[in-house]
């Protein structure tokens, strides 16, 4: 079966410091991959989206990049967090249904 | 743009009540339509698909679709008070793309 990790599960980060947040899928190959942010109280943004090795699409024009280095490997990143930054990011993969699965989140605090 | 409504709730229900949840979306191209779960804290958690006009059933929870007017609704029969969540409504056209509702929080009451 499919699993879907993140991590780390939880972050505290001052604003202007770096960020790097990672996906990683087990149990699929070649999946379509999704960075989301939900901020509290929100619905789902969707940040970035990834149908191969490489290959990224922003949907949002932000401090944020993502990268997909490996097949079941998906980054979120950043240079200098902004206090807006903060959420709850969640990455997704789907595989030939149009289903996705989300991972358990990473909660970023920027203070 | 392409959107998903839905009532933010919160929809409070007497514990064994049906839980009636509704959604409205904007492309008439859409084909799928999800309904999560997402517990406080956690992260969404798929509970039902649907892709054709009508009702569509899963143990307690019935999913309804009415392209034509552009309407998707979740039932959730005998409602527990561990069905109390936030549960979003989701919407996927031809693309890459799945378009998600802000969510309707649900109270059941025991």
Redesign the interface.
């Known amino acids: 079966s499919q699993t879907i990790h993140q991590w780390p599960a939880t972050l505290v980060q001052p604003v202007g410091s770096p960020l790097s947040l990672e996906c990683t899928v087990e149990g699929t190959s070649n999946p379509?991959l999704y960075w989301?942010r939900q901020a509290a109280g929100?619905?789902?943004q969707?940040l970035f989206?990834s149908?191969g090795i490489g290959q990224i699409?922003s949907?949002v024009p932000q401090n944020l990049s993502a990268s997909r280095p490996q097949d079941r490997q998906f980054i979120l990143s950043s240079k200098k967090l902004l206090l807006s930054d903060s959420g709850f990011y969640?990455c997704a993969w789907v595989k030939d249904?149009?289903?996705?699965?989300?991972?358990?989140?990473t909660?970023l605090t920027v203070l | 743009q392409k959107e998903v409504e839905q009532n933010s709730g919160p929809l409070s229900v007497p514990e064994g009540a049906i839980a009636s949840l509704n959604c409205t979306y904007s492309d008439r191209g859409s084909q799928s339509f999800f309904w999560y779960r997402q517990y406080s804290g956690k992260s969404p958690e798929l509970i039902m698909s649907i892709y054709s006009n009508g009702d569509k059933e899963d143990g307690r929870f019935t999913a309804q679709l009415n392209k034509a007017s552009q309407y998707v609704s979740l039932l959730i029969r005998d409602s527990q008070p561990s069905d109390s969540a936030t549960y979003l409504c989701a919407v996927k056209g031809g693309g890459f793309k799945t378009i998600f509702g802000a969510g309707t929080r649900l109270f059941v009451k025991a």
């Open positions: 379509n989301y929100r619905g789902l969707l989206y149908v699409s949907e969640l249904s149009d289903e996705q699965f989300f991972g358990p989140g909660r």
